[in-house]
């Protein structure tokens, strides 16, 4: 397994118990890139989610939207809690409570550039579900910055997966509040 990175070998030992394929590891940055989904989200087992918002315009709202993703004002916005300790780093393994549950997750990748930033995080053990996460604030050339979310999932949980149409009606809830959450 390809776990470049991850920064040590704590890391790399998490990468091993994602609780998806593999071979998916990283498939949102591919996705969200324009490319194909695999044979394997195509199976109709999987849901494949992508939302996105116009946040604002410039430099400033850029920076600002980049840090509310990394610092998980995002998240907390869409009534989400995060047990964290600092600023998403690649690597480490965060806990998402929502509704009374604790779904670890693997942050696999954190991207920070001019122009993007880009955070990614696959689910553990536990987690109600079974799948990853991208999220990604850009800023075009014509300065306008944008929220998109894109992820690919499947319920772990029994619950989950006894409502299923709920479950998925909440998760695109709290999508698009995750990208509200975005706008400074």
């Not at 998980?72 to 009534?79: F, V």
């Not at 964290?84 to 942050?107: E, H, K, Q, Y």
């Amino acid at each position: 397994m390809d776990f470049s990175c991850a920064t040590d070998a704590r890391a790399r030992l998490w990468a091993q118990e994602l609780t998806y394929p593999a071979e998916l590891m990283l498939t949102t940055l591919d996705l969200m890139d324009g490319g194909t989904p695999p044979e394997q989200l195509r199976d109709g087992a999987w849901r494949i989610l992508d939302e996105a918002i116009v946040l604002g315009e410039g430099n400033g709202c850029y920076r600002e939207a980049s840090d509310r993703l990394l610092t998980w004002r995002a998240h907390r916005h869409a009534g989400v809690r995060v047990g964290a300790w600092r600023t998403a780093t690649s690597g480490d393994v965060v806990r998402i409570r929502f509704a009374g549950t604790t779904s670890p997750c693997l942050i696999l990748r954190v991207d920070t550039r001019e122009r993007e930033t880009r955070l990614v995080y696959g689910t553990l053990p536990g987690h109600v579900e079974c799948g990853e996460e991208a999220f990604s604030v850009e800023i075009g050339d014509d300065g306008v910055v944008r929220g998109r979310i894109f992820a690919f999932s499947v319920h772990a949980w029994w619950l989950a997966k006894l409502g299923a149409p709920a479950a998925r009606a909440v998760q695109t809830l709290i999508t698009r509040r995750y990208l509200e959450g975005l706008i400074p």
